[in-house]
């Protein structure tokens, strides 16, 4: 059934079941990170409105669009009661009546690593099946949508529908897809599974449910309701989880430590650091990553002013124009700020931040 209800309290326990990812439904049951909503490190539960197509919302939820500002996104939007056993959500909140155009997308989902999935051997004859759930909630009723296709070409794309019969309401849902047998599908560090929910979607882009077609990218079944499409209309989810099997089992339960590491993989703050001052204008500073990132060179940038200390005043402050990777591994990252003035050569300097003026590491897919 493309849609149904998910028995939570039921986990097999036999490794021959069926129900067990993987083989084991502890490790690595659920292949979505960050499912249960619970890390925002970019944003600490402010709300955001996505200008630029692939934008990160809530820790490794990307937002793609086709035309900026429809949608705002925020941890916990709404402020309504998760349901059972979680406490946060993802709210989408429709920002005007948006008539959506033949071409027009507006999904909000994951990016999967190749690492993650490689054990699914999609593409190949072994293609194993999988079970996408979530609770979902919004002011509007019908036939909701979505899409899983593979990240490098596109394709193949799988649309799937589902329902949410009462308003304001959290429903339970499940889709149950046969692993596709041909396609490319990378299994290492790149991008290979990708899974969006649809906010919207045009008629070009849109296609028959729940069936693979292996040449073109369709984003959500056709007629599926349009949440950007009614201004102030909500989409909420939480307790997303994909797993291996024909169906559903309780949503896996990470520790937040684990939840966060897996998080910093893709995206990690730094707020404190040392540095040397290496000229009267430039500090060089050493940062040791919270957790081995995905690339050795990620992307790099900064929120808000940085400042530094010597230890006995503030002064100098950072601005946000000035600040450059010079080189990295996995685990450490070589940054050079300049635009300084009247630094002492040789002189320790701190960085003294907090989360909302800090060091961004971005390894997003």
């Known amino acids: 059934m493309p849609y149904g209800t998910v028995n939570a309290d039921v986990i097999g326990t036999s490794v021959a079941g069926s129900n067990l990812g993987a083989g084991n439904a502890s490790i690595m049951k659920n292949r979505i990170i960050n499912g249960g909503c619970v890390i925002d490190q970019r944003n600490s539960g402010a709300s955001v409105t996505p200008t630029t197509d692939g934008s990160y919302t809530l820790d490794r939820w990307i937002?793609?669009?086709s035309q900026s500002s429809k949608f705002s996104v925020q941890q916990n939007a709404g402020s309504v009661t998760p349901p059972a056993g979680y406490t946060n959500y993802l709210g989408v909140t429709s920002l005007s009546a948006y008539s959506v155009n033949s071409t027009d997308y507006f999904q909000i989902g994951q990016y999967l690593e190749g690492f993650n999935v490689a054990d699914?051997?999609?593409g190949t004859s072994n293609a194993k099946t999988v079970t996408l759930s979530a609770w979902v909630y919004s002011s509007l009723t019908g036939t909701f949508g979505g899409t899983i296709f593979g990240y490098q070409n596109g394709y193949p794309s799988y649309p799937f529908s589902y329902s949410i019969p009462v308003a304001n309401t959290w429903t339970q849902i499940s889709i149950t897809i046969t692993g596709p047998t041909s396609g490319t599908w990378n299994?290492?560090?790149n991008g290979s599974v990708v899974v969006l929910f649809s906010l919207g979607v045009g008629s070009s882009v849109s296609g028959t449910a729940n069936?693979?077609?292996y040449s073109t990218l369709y984003r959500s079944p056709t007629g599926a309701t349009s949440v950007v499409g009614t201004n102030g209309a909500t989409f909420y989810i939480t307790g997303v989880q994909l797993?291996?099997?024909?169906?559903?089992?309780?949503?896996?339960?990470?520790?937040?430590?684990t939840e966060l590491a897996l998080c910093q993989r893709y995206y990690q703050l730094s707020a404190y650091a040392t540095g040397i001052g290496a000229s009267t204008t430039i500090i060089q500073a050493f940062f040791s990553y919270a957790t081995q990132m995905r690339v050795i060179s990620p992307t790099v940038t900064q929120t808000g002013v940085l400042t530094f200390t010597d230890g006995y005043s503030i002064n100098p402050v950072q601005s946000s124009a000035s600040l450059g990777l010079n080189s990295s591994t996995y685990?450490?990252?070589?940054?050079?700020?300049?635009n300084f003035s009247?630094?002492?050569q040789g002189k320790v300097y701190g960085i003294n931040s907090s989360t909302n003026n800090a060091i961004a590491f971005s390894a997003e897919l």
């Not at 099997?245 to 937040?256: I, L």
């Open 342 to 344: 009247s630094l002492v």
């Open 120 to 122: 699914l051997n999609w």
């Open 63 to 65: 937002a793609r669009l």
């Open 211 to 213: 069936t693979w077609n």
């Open 331 to 338: 685990n450490l990252a070589y940054i050079q700020l300049s």
């Open 243 to 257: 797993e291996v099997g024909s169906s559903a089992t309780g949503f896996e339960y990470r520790q937040y430590g």
């Open 187 to 189: 299994t290492n560090n």
